[in-house]
């Protein structure tokens, strides 16, 4: 079963920021929260990861909300080169549950 | 080193074939892991290994048999498979997450393009 909830695509010009969401309602407290993309099925490329706190690296910003049952994804410049599907996961132990992802397109 | 091979890129194979997937990474990564993605929709998990044991399956048909022959590599054998097997396979590798969890960030391999006829 899916922990969570992304929208299916979502549509961004080059050079803004690209925001996406991710519901995770039922994350338990050891549980985090990673962010993937994956382009022309090509394996996954990791991207950034969380438990609490907001956190920032060298592509990306991933913010969670208080309650963690939810966070999102900040691309803060997007490029055409960041068309991919998103996936945001919830990690518990050694299992990765992907959601169903989110394609980005960025436009010029 | 943080690159995950697998080979072949690209298979078609009958059903009545056998052959088998390879994956290796030599980052000493002691959990690795198979997945399978249909076109279009996410990686699902296949089997994990951890410290070259099988540790989680997941209920997938005994056609797929996983093997660790050592800490660097995993192979999937393929028997009788089915044209609903067609797929992406792929492999990737992490550290071995302890019982409260924590980082372990997997890394993927860019996957084997299976074709069944």
């Known amino acids: 079963d899916a922990k969570t909830t992304q929208p299916t695509s979502m549509d961004c010009a080059e050079g803004r920021a690209a925001n996406l969401p991710c519901n995770h309602s039922t994350i338990s407290g050891n549980e985090y929260v990673y962010w993937y993309r994956q382009i022309h099925s090509q394996g996954p490329q990791y991207i950034i990861h969380?438990?609490?706190n907001n956190e920032t690296n060298e592509m990306a910003s991933l913010i969670i909300t208080e309650d963690r049952k939810s966070s999102t994804l900040i691309l803060p410049h997007a490029t055409l080169r960041d068309t991919a599907v998103y996936y945001c996961i919830v990690k518990d132990f050694n299992k990765f549950y992907f959601g169903s992802g989110t394609k980005l397109n960025v436009k010029p | 080193d943080t690159e995950v091979t697998q080979t072949p890129k690209h298979l078609v194979m009958g059903m009545t074939n056998k052959k088998s997937l390879k994956c290796e990474q030599h980052m000493g990564h002691r959990a690795m892991y198979w997945y399978k993605q249909k076109a279009k929709k996410p990686p699902e998990l296949m089997f994990v290994?951890?410290?070259?044991?099988?540790?989680i399956n997941e209920s997938v048909p005994s056609r797929f048999s996983p093997e660790c022959p050592n800490s660097s590599l995993l192979n999937l054998h393929l028997h009788a498979l089915q044209p609903e097997d067609s797929a992406l396979y792929l492999c990737?590798?992490?550290?071995?997450?302890?019982?409260?969890?924590?980082?372990?960030?997997?890394?993927f391999g860019p996957g084997t393009r299976l074709t069944v006829l």
């Open positions: 969380g438990l609490k």
């Open positions: 990737a590798s992490s550290q071995v997450g302890g019982r409260l969890g924590g980082h372990n960030e997997q890394f």
């Open positions: 290994y951890s410290y070259e044991k099988l540790s």
